[in-house]
């Protein structure tokens, strides 16, 4: 299963439990099972993250979810500016409520503005800066990814 990664991710992956009751050196699970990470983020981002290359995978993961909310929403643009289009309040694209209550209008502003600031804070330097992110932050901006990638598929109808 983990035929691609060095002794020393292994090591590295096995490190918490340092101290504890012996254990096989090989995890019973990927990463990506234990942190539920969407499937569709797994095919763009596990091979790269096989091979440590994290930023790589975070980027790749984020530039798919870029796509997919481009693609639901019809908007051309891209990043925060795609994000702040397709679910902003005037002619929303891609609608993740009903937008009745107030509830429901908060929700949506919420979610726009996280899913603009994802790209912002987390695509965008990985696409023009040399980032190193640990094994622990990528896993974290991938779950971020999948729960983004679960909300959309769980939207309603525009």
């Given at each position: 299963?983990?035929?691609?990664?060095?002794?020393?991710e292994?090591?590295?992956?096995?490190?918490?439990?340092?101290?504890?009751?012996?254990?096989?050196?090989?995890?019973?699970?990927?990463?990506?099972?234990?942190r539920?990470?969407?499937?569709a983020?797994?095919?763009?981002?596990?091979?790269l993250?096989?091979?440590?290359?994290y930023?790589q995978?975070?980027?790749?993961?984020?530039?798919?979810?870029?796509?997919?909310?481009?693609?639901?929403?019809?908007?051309?643009?891209?990043?925060?500016?795609?994000?702040?289009?397709a679910f902003?309040?005037?002619?929303?694209?891609?609608?993740?409520?009903?937008?009745?209550?107030?509830?429901?209008?908060?929700?949506?502003?919420?979610?726009?503005?996280?899913f603009?600031?994802?790209?912002s804070?987390i695509?965008?330097p990985?696409?023009?800066?040399?980032?190193?992110?640990?094994?622990?932050?990528?896993?974290?901006?991938l779950?971020?990814?999948?729960?983004?990638?679960r909300?959309?598929?769980?939207?309603?109808?525009?």
């Amino acid at each position: 299963m983990f035929k691609n990664l060095t002794r020393f991710e292994r090591i590295a992956r096995t490190a918490g439990n340092f101290g504890s009751t012996p254990q096989s050196s090989v995890p019973t699970a990927h990463p990506f099972d234990e942190r539920n990470i969407h499937s569709a983020i797994t095919k763009v981002s596990k091979a790269l993250f096989d091979d440590g290359h994290y930023s790589q995978a975070t980027f790749e993961a984020f530039k798919f979810l870029d796509t997919h909310v481009k693609k639901i929403s019809g908007v051309s643009d891209s990043g925060h500016g795609l994000m702040m289009n397709a679910f902003g309040e005037k002619n929303t694209k891609i609608k993740l409520t009903e937008m009745l209550t107030q509830s429901e209008l908060d929700e949506q502003s919420g979610y726009k503005f996280i899913f603009a600031g994802s790209m912002s804070a987390i695509r965008n330097p990985r696409g023009h800066e040399i980032i190193h992110d640990t094994i622990d932050q990528c896993l974290d901006h991938l779950s971020m990814a999948s729960t983004l990638l679960r909300r959309l598929q769980d939207r309603m109808s525009p």
